[in-house]
């Protein structure tokens, strides 16, 4: 016997579809057959027919889900083809479109060295005095670094986060996740409340960062070479029109902390001396 489900509004069927499908696989159904009847079959004589679309959506408040209809969703993520999100979880009250129009994402080492951090504030410095804002994630090291920066100056930030809007992550981020709030900025995630962090959410996390920025600023991605900073370089490279920076010093391709060489400018990436740089070739 098939139970019958209420038939829910497109955004409770985005949601529904972004907390238990893989993007991917819905993305041909959704563009076929629209977000709700796709959620109706997927739904129809499994166990998700007991799950109720609009309650749980409501639950998530005060996360707000955004969705590809709405005035603040950013055209530009559909260079992500497939994986494009069926919508976003928000928290704050900045517009995100109007948020990224101008916008820079910054990544790098969480283990940081002294240079790389002072370089990492003085980027966030530096992008938020020339009106941008800066996309980056709650991480130790140049995330970290790149938001203290731009919030000495009172700029704006878009951070992603790898992990459900209710999940901490990492556990000491509560001190910042309210400066970023107050400020007028987002946090936002693909991820349905509860879900945590994994390798595979922060790989995504790192493709949507780079979907979102007009451009990306790695800061000693050779330090780990695996993580973050060259999947947001990979990723954006996948996107031709974005332009990736490498913050110098950069190192010479067998100084790696693995000891694995790397190469000392990633394929495609440019040398941006100065923040300057990176603002002048987005003007």
């Keep these: 016997m098939t139970t019958q489900q209420p038939t829910p509004s497109e955004r409770a069927a985005r949601a529904a579809l972004a907390a238990h499908f893989p993007p991917e696989s819905v993305a041909e159904d959704i563009?076929?057959?629209?977000?709700?009847?796709?959620?109706?079959?997927?739904?129809?004589?499994?166990?998700?027919?007991?799950?109720?679309?609009?309650?749980?959506?409501?639950?998530?408040?005060?996360?707000?889900?955004?969705?590809?209809?709405?005035?603040?969703?950013?055209?530009?993520?559909?260079?992500?083809?497939?994986?494009?999100?069926?919508?976003?979880?928000?928290?704050?009250?900045g517009d995100l479109h109007q948020l990224v129009t101008r916008s820079v994402a910054v990544a790098g080492a969480r283990n940081v060295t002294e240079s790389g951090w002072q370089s990492a504030l003085e980027a966030g410095n530096g992008l938020a005095r020339a009106g941008h804002t800066v996309v980056t994630s709650l991480a130790h090291?140049?995330?970290?670094?790149?938001?203290?920066?731009?919030?000495?100056?009172?700029?704006?930030?878009?951070i992603v986060m790898p992990c459900g809007p209710d999940v901490r992550h990492p556990d000491d981020q509560t001190e910042l996740r309210g400066r970023?709030?107050?400020?007028?900025?987002?946090?936002?995630?693909?991820?349905?409340?509860?879900t945590p962090a994994s390798a595979n959410t922060l790989h995504r996390a790192s493709r949507l960062m780079a979907a979102l920025a007009s451009a990306s600023l790695l800061i000693e991605p050779h330090r780990e070479p695996n993580r973050t900073p060259f999947t947001l370089h990979e990723a954006a490279g996948a996107m031709g029109r974005r332009r990736v920076y490498l913050a110098p010093p950069v190192p010479p391709a067998d100084e790696t902390l693995t000891g694995a060489p790397v190469p000392a400018v990633p394929e495609g990436a440019r040398i941006a001396p100065t923040v300057a740089d990176v603002s002048d070739a987005l003007t």
């Design 31 to 93: 563009a076929g057959f629209g977000a709700v009847d796709t959620w109706l079959r997927r739904a129809a004589r499994s166990p998700l027919a007991l799950y109720q679309p609009e309650s749980s959506l409501a639950r998530a408040l005060p996360a707000t889900f955004l969705i590809p209809s709405d005035l603040q969703w950013p055209a530009r993520l559909s260079d992500l083809g497939a994986a494009c999100p069926p919508g976003l979880w928000t928290l704050g009250t």
């Design 141 to 158: 090291g140049v995330a970290r670094a790149a938001l203290y920066g731009a919030q000495s100056q009172g700029g704006e930030a878009v």
């Design 180 to 194: 970023v709030l107050i400020r007028s900025g987002l946090l936002i995630t693909p991820f349905a409340p509860g």
